[in-house]
């Protein structure tokens, strides 16, 4: 068999399920209920930037704390036997083979007026602390349910770090600190950028965790992009618009994060 021929499959999967999908987002976006050729859906989505600032915002925080949290513990994972590292990469992905629904009404569950935080908070003599139907539940959701998104990509190139490198740098007197910024960190980049984008991308789109924990008074774009295709205000042109700006904004940030991975080891502070 030639090797073209084992694309074939692949070519057909991403016409179908990419390449045409993103084609239809395309013609709905400029066309009305006639079919007629339109800029109006995209014109309208511009009344709907707060929201889209808010998805962003939010997404942003959440991919944030990921990275504050996830970083430190790729570091760690590297740095052990690799009997334990198994162990641990096994552990962090074990929720993610739990329903992604299941865990968010787990969260529910916790964070509730009356749920189990509150009533452990009343134990200890504390008061109740209102936490759902807020953005703190919301991002709280987000950095659980797409914080191994972030370290398992940070640990993959952590833990493929040649050695020889780090020792090198080490005869040539460099101390931890400087060991950590201007050799491990820099190379540990292609990770950082993956990471980010494997969160980023999921948390501004989202929309269940969004509808369940921030109780729909924290509408984000996921949320709005749903109902118009599925909710009262049934308008799939309008609904496609948004989508088609929403990966437009989505590009350009993972293009902005590809420009900083690009640049010349020099600029990065690599010690050679």
Not at 114 to 129: A, Q, R, T, Y
Not at 168 to 183: C, I, M, P, Q, T
Not at 205 to 231: A, H, P, R, V, W
């Amino acid at each position: 068999m030639k090797p073209k021929a084992l694309a074939y499959p692949y070519s057909i999967w991403v016409l179908l399920f990419t390449i045409i999908p993103i084609l239809l987002v395309v013609f709905f976006s400029f066309t009305d209920k006639n079919w007629n050729f339109t800029f109006d859906n995209i014109i309208r989505v511009g009344k709907y930037s707060g929201v889209f600032l808010k998805s962003i915002g939010l997404g942003g925080i959440a991919t944030a704390i990921c990275f504050l949290l996830g970083y430190p513990m790729a570091y760690v994972m590297s740095e052990m036997k690799v009997k334990n590292q198994q162990l641990v990469s096994n552990l962090i992905m074990l929720p993610m083979w739990i329903s992604f629904l299941l865990r968010t009404y787990a969260w529910m569950t916790l964070l509730e007026d009356n749920g189990l935080i509150n009533k452990f908070l009343n134990i200890i003599g504390l008061p109740s602390v209102h936490m759902i139907n807020t953005q703190g539940a919301v991002i709280l959701g987000m950095v659980y349910d797409f914080l191994p998104f972030m370290i398992l990509p940070i640990y993959t190139v952590l833990s493929q770090l040649d050695k020889s490198v780090i020792e090198a740098a080490k005869d040539l007197g460099a101390n931890n600190s400087n060991l950590f910024f201007r050799v491990i960190f820099p190379l540990s980049i292609p990770g950082i950028i993956s990471g980010v984008t494997m969160v980023f991308v999921p948390a501004v789109s989202t929309f269940i965790i969004s509808k369940m924990l921030g109780g729909g008074e924290n509408m984000l774009i996921g949320d709005l992009i749903e109902s118009q295709f599925l909710g009262t205000s049934y308008n799939p042109h309008l609904g496609s618009a948004m989508s088609l700006i929403l990966m437009i904004l989505i590009l350009i940030c993972m293009g902005i994060m590809n420009q900083i991975d690009n640049r010349p080891s020099e600029e990065k502070g690599v010690v050679v």
